[in-house]
């Protein structure tokens, strides 16, 4: 027998038996209307976490030479200036050795042009010849000062006497890659590869794939939510600050990326997750997910029809908080089992 209560659900008071030779328990099914509602049409972006390129930076060695020491691992939190590495290079010796002849070239040409500038007020010599030692004088000093610029470059003292090389952290951030060991040769800018790559996590960047059928769906300052695979249950919320302007060949997809403020640094790179893009809604009927059930491939629900329950085939859509689209089987206005409805398969007349 069915006691059924006023209001948009009912609830239906069923009997099932536990084990044989216990009393009968009661059970509630509750019924709920068939509505039509907004439903959001959801974009979820597969993505991974990036560093911001803007800041990342790649070490090259000044001179080619000799590794001696690494003193950093990936990983380790640097200061802008850190000694991070060591090198041994010929190169040092020779800056400093073209150090050396561009100062006395130029201590001798200012010299000069001092003379030459007195014998001319004097009118001992011709205008030209205190012209054309004024221009060497010139010409020394410009490659005294290119040759300190080289020695600066190398960070080497002009005073120095030895011929390493101390490698310099130009920025503060965290070592994410060491491409070196003491003792290897290292081949300076001609090198495809940084010897030590820091970047500033403080900002990160989210990147995901716009398939070619949603590109409509996904615009610049659009808002979103990302959640990562690391951190099940938390979510980030962003919005869409820029997009590649082609697709890439391979995937014919387009990337998204979101900025995302890092305090603390756990979102780390290389990190999987996800891009959740509100693309806007559409009326649909739904359902509560409690009242769908599945069995293999198929999808029923029971429908209440004349105080009799219909088991019917449904075909569903989308899932969102709760409540479940569903395309076709049921009409608006109709009543559906949600809580229990697992108990009225197999009732009489079913």
Known sequence: MFLCNLGCSRATETTTKSSAGEQPRPTVVRWVKVVQQEVPEPLDLTAKVQPDPTKVVRIFPPASGRVLAVQVKPGDYVHRGQVIAILSSSDVASAQSDFAKANIEADRAIRTMARQKALFEHG????????????????????????????????????????????????????????????????????ANPLITIADLNTIWIVGDVYEKDIAKVSRGKDVTVSLQAYPGQQWNGRIDSLSGTLDPSTRTLKARVALSNPGQHLKPEMFGAIHVNAGSHRALVVPEAAIIREGSATTVFVKNAEKPEQRAVTVGQTVDGQVEVLSGVQAGEEVAADGAELLKGRPGQ
């Open 124 to 191: 001992a010599v011709a205008e030209k010849d205190y012209i054309d030692a004024r221009a060497q004088a010139d010409e020394a000093r410009a490659e005294l000062v290119r040759a300190k610029q080289r020695l600066d470059l190398l960070n080497v003292s002009p005073s120095a006497t030895t011929d390493r090389v101390t490698l310099a952290s130009p920025a503060t951030g965290v070592v994410t890659d060491v491409s070196a060991a003491p003792g290897e040769f290292s081949k300076s800018l001609e090198s």
